[in-house]
C-alpha cells in the first residue's frame, strides 16, 4: 500500500489482514492508476464548466463549474471550522439532491472517509453504523436530522444543511477560493458502503479512491457506455452504491448530467423521463414491470439505456419492456461489496433470462462450495475478481466472502456453455422438498408471466414430510380472484410438477428494504409462525 495522506488511521488500521483479500486484478489500461489520486477532484475536474450536473423538477440546473464552486466551499468549512482531518468518517444523510452530492465529493476532496446511509434508516440503525464505523461527524439533510439526534450517538457533531440557522452548513462562512484536494493514496480509503442485509449486523464495506473510478472504467464505460449528453435517473438513493454509481460517478466520469429525484417510484420516474428528457435510466425489476401498467400518456422515447440490478430480472419483465419501448435492459448483478456491476450485457449481447457475462476488467466463474470450478451447466456459488474487492471494516465475515483470492457473492449460478451466467436463486434460498431442488426465482418467474400477478416471492416453509415444501407469496392485480387453484393450473402448464408451489399466500404488498430489495427472510419466519 502506499503512503497515506490519513491522519486519523482508524479505518486503514481496521483493513482485513492481507491475506484475507481477493485476488485483485488490473489487466485494462484504464485501470493502471497514479500512486496519488483523489477520485473527488478526478469526477469534478475535467469536464466544462458550463456543462450542466445536476437537474431537479424544480429549480435551475447546476453546471459543473457551479458544483466545484459548492464543493469547495463545503470542504473549506469541513476542514475550517468544522475541524475534519483526512481519514475522519463524516456520515451523509437526506433525500437524494445535489446538496447530499456536492457532501458527498467535499467529504472525498477534503480526504476524509463518506459513509452513506439511507435517509429512511431509523435511530437504533444509524447507531449501529457509527459505532462500527467511529463516527463522528455527520452532514445531514434538515429535514432528515431528528431520527439521526434521536440515535443518541456519543460525541457525534451533526452539521444540517439546507436550513435558516446561521450554523447551517450553506450558511456557515468561507473563503470564495479553490480548495486543494487533499493529495491522498490511490489506495486511502474513500467510502464506507453499509450492507443494506436483511438480517444479522451490517457489515462496512471499505472502498479506495480507485475503486470509485474502477466502477465507472469498468462497467460503465464498456457496457453502459454513456455519452456526454445523456441525462440519468433512477430510484436508488445516493446511500445505495447502485444509485451513487448511476446518478454521480458515472454520468460525472462521462462529463453528462443526471436527474436528482427526492421521490423517485414508479409512477414519478414515468413523468420526469418525459420531462427531463432521461435517456439512461437506473431501477430495479420490480419498478420496470409496475411501470408497464402505467406507460399509456408517458413519451418515453429519450430512453436508449435502461439499467436493472438489485434483483434478478425475470425474462418475461425484459421482454414486456422491450416489446413496450423497444430499448433493451441492461440486466446487472453487483455487491456493495465490490461497488458496482461485474457481470451484465448490453445491446445485441443481451440474453433475457441471463445475467449476461463477466464485465471487461473482472473475472466470474461458478464453483463448489470446495471452491472447485463446477462444470458449465450445474449449478454452484458465483466466485468474481476484479479491480475492487470486499475489505469488510473489522469483520470476520471477510474471510466467508473472500475465499481462496475470490469473492463469494452468496448467489447460486449456473455458466451456460457459450460462456452466459445465469442466476438460480441466493445460495441460502435454494429449496430442497422431497430431494428435489427448486429455485424460487424460476417459479416466480413462471408466475409473474400470469396477467393477474404484479408480484411474487417463493420461498421454502419446513415440513416434516418433504423437509421443505414451496409457499408462493402473491400480490395480484387490483380486482383479481384470489384463486391458488387457477394459478397452480398455470404453473402446471410453465413447470414441471414438483416446483409448483404446495400453498399460495396473497398479500398486498411484499416486505422490501429501505434499498427496494425483497426481505425473504421475513416471509420464512412469517412461515414458521403459522
Known amino acids: 500500500m502506499h503512503v497515506s495522506a490519513h491522519v486519523d488511521t482508524f479505518a486503514r488500521d481496521h483493513l482485513p489482514p492481507p491475506d484475507e483479500w481477493p485476488e485483485l486484478r488490473f489487466d485494462l489500461p484504464e485501470l493502471r492508476y497514479p500512486d496519488r489520486l483523489n477520485c473527488a477532484a478526478e469526477l469534478l475536474d475535467h469536464a466544462a464548466a458550463d456543462r450542466p450536473v445536476f437537474h431537479t423538477p424544480a429549480g435551475p440546473s447546476w453546471t459543473y463549474g457551479e458544483l466545484r464552486a459548492h464543493v469547495d466551499r463545503i470542504a473549506h468549512v469541513l476542514t475550517g471550522e468544522l475541524g475534519v482531518v483526512p481519514g475522519n468518517r463524516v456520515l451523509l444523510r437526506g433525500p437524494t439532491t445535489p446538496w447530499l452530492a456536492a457532501c458527498w465529493l467535499a467529504v472525498l476532496k477534503a480526504g476524509a472517509i463518506a459513509v452513506t446511509v439511507l435517509a429512511q434508516q431509523r435511530p437504533h440503525e444509524l447507531a449501529t453504523i457509527c459505532e462500527i464505523a467511529r463516527v463522528r461527524h455527520a452532514l445531514c439533510d434538515v429535514r432528515a436530522v431528528d431520527d439521526l439526534a434521536k440515535a443518541a450517538i456519543p460525541d ?6 439546507g436550513g435558516d440557522d446561521p450554523d447551517d452548513l450553506l450558511r456557515r462562512p468561507a473563503p470564495g477560493t479553490p480548495f486543494a484536494a487533499v493529495d491522498t493514496a490511490a489506495d486511502d480509503i474513500a467510502l464506507i458502503a453499509f450492507t443494506s442485509g436483511t438480517t444479522g449486523r451490517p457489515k462496512g464495506c471499505m472502498h ?3 475503486d470509485v473510478l474502477a466502477t465507472a472504467d469498468t462497467f460503465s464505460r464498456y457496457v453502459l457506455r454513456p455519452h456526454a449528453d445523456d441525462v440519468f435517473a433512477g430510484s436508488p438513493p445516493l446511500g445505495f452504491t447502485f444509485g451513487l454509481g448511476g446518478l454521480v460517478i458515472f454520468p460525472m466520469r462521462a462529463g453528462a448530467s443526471s436527474l436528482l429525484l427526492e421521490q423517485a417510484g414508479p409512477r414519478h420516474l414515468l413523468p420526469a423521463i418525459a420531462g427531463h428528457r ?17 406507460l399509456d400518456g408517458h413519451d418515453v422515447s429519450s430512453l436508449r439505456r435502461c439499467v436493472s440490478a438489485g434483483e434478478n430480472l425475470p425474462a418475461a419483465t425484459w421482454r414486456a419492456w422491450h416489446e413496450r419501448t423497444g430499448v433493451r435492459v441492461i440486466n446487472g448483478i453487483g455487491a456493495t461489496e465490490l461497488l458496482h456491476i461485474f457481470v451484465s450485457a448490453a445491446d445485441e449481447h443481451i440474453r433475457p433470462g441471463t445475467t449476461g457475462v463477466p464485465v471487461p476488467g473482472w473475472q466470474a466463474r461458478v464453483q463448489d462450495a470446495d471452491g472447485r470450478p463446477v462444470p458449465d451447466g450445474e449449478p454452484g456459488l458465483l466466485a468474481v475478481r476484479g ?4 475489505r469488510y471494516l473489522a469483520d470476520p465475515r471477510q474471510r466467508g466472502y473472500v475465499r481462496g483470492g475470490w469473492n463469494i457473492t452468496g448467489d447460486t449460478y449456473v455458466r451456460d456453455p457459450d460462456g452466459y451466467f445465469r442466476y438460480v436463486a441466493r445460495a441460502d434460498d ?8 427448486i429455485a424460487g426465482p424460476e417459479v416466480e418467474d413462471a408466475l409473474l408471466r400470469h396477467p393477474d400477478v404484479v408480484e411474487t416471492a417463493v420461498v421454502g416453509r419446513p415440513d416434516e414430510a418433504r423437509g421443505q415444501v414451496a409457499v408462493a407469496y402473491t400480490v395480484l392485480r387490483d380486482g383479481a380472484p384470489r384463486a391458488p387453484e387457477a394459478l397452480r393450473a398455470f404453473l402446471l402448464s410453465e413447470l414441471a410438477p414438483y416446483k409448483c408451489p404446495r400453498e399460495f399466500v396473497f398479500l398486498d404488498a411484499l416486505p422490501r428494504t429501505a434499498t427496494g430489495k425483497l426481505q425473504r427472510f421475513r416471509l420464512r419466519t ?3 409462525r403459522q
Open 278 to 294: 432521461v435517456s439512461v435510466l437506473f431501477t430495479a425489476p420490480t419498478a420496470y414491470r409496475a411501470m408497464l401498467d402505467e
Open 387 to 390: 479491480p475492487v474487492g470486499c
Open 526 to 528: 412469517e412461515g414458521d
Open 430 to 437: 435454494m429449496i430442497i422438498s422431497a430431494g428435489y431442488n
Open 208 to 210: 479506495f479512491h480507485r
Open 156 to 161: 457525534l457533531r451533526i452539521t444540517a444543511y
